[in-house]
């Protein structure tokens, strides 16, 4: 399973960006999808993710600026819609896939390769 980050750039203060990852490969079907950043310097932290039956969680310091949501037909894509950036919001940001179903046997810790966005102040 392969997942790809698009949409990543650099953005004023207040602005907003959209970030799509797509998963290939072969697999049935899969659970969970989100975003895990990493600010420069510090450890990863939780974005958003978002399961098959649509169940989200967030972070609390996107909570109210960052949706995630899935493709309704495929659900092997997942967007991350972010408002009203700010320049903490700065970072590296991994789309990753868990409860892959493959075979019959369910697997998960699937990375993509990372998107950098940057928020100017």
């Known amino acids: 399973v392969q997942l790809q980050a698009f949409g990543g750039g650099l953005v004023q203060a207040g602005g907003s960006l959209r970030l799509s990852c797509a998963a290939s490969g072969t697999f049935a079907s899969i659970n969970a999808m989100g975003w895990v950043r990493e600010p420069p310097g510090k450890q990863r932290e939780l974005v958003a993710r978002?399961?098959?039956?649509?169940?989200?969680?967030y972070g609390d310091s996107v909570k109210g600026r960052f949706t995630v949501s899935r493709d309704n037909n495929a659900k092997n894509t997942v967007y991350l819609e972010m408002n009203k950036l700010k320049p903490e919001d700065t970072a590296v940001y991994y789309c990753?896939?868990?409860?892959?179903?493959?075979?019959?046997?369910?697997?998960?810790?699937?990375w993509g390769q990372g998107t950098l966005v940057t928020v100017s102040s």
């Open positions: 990753n896939a868990n409860g892959v179903v493959i075979d019959g046997w369910t697997h998960s810790g699937y």
């Open positions: 978002i399961t098959s039956d649509g169940t989200t969680d």
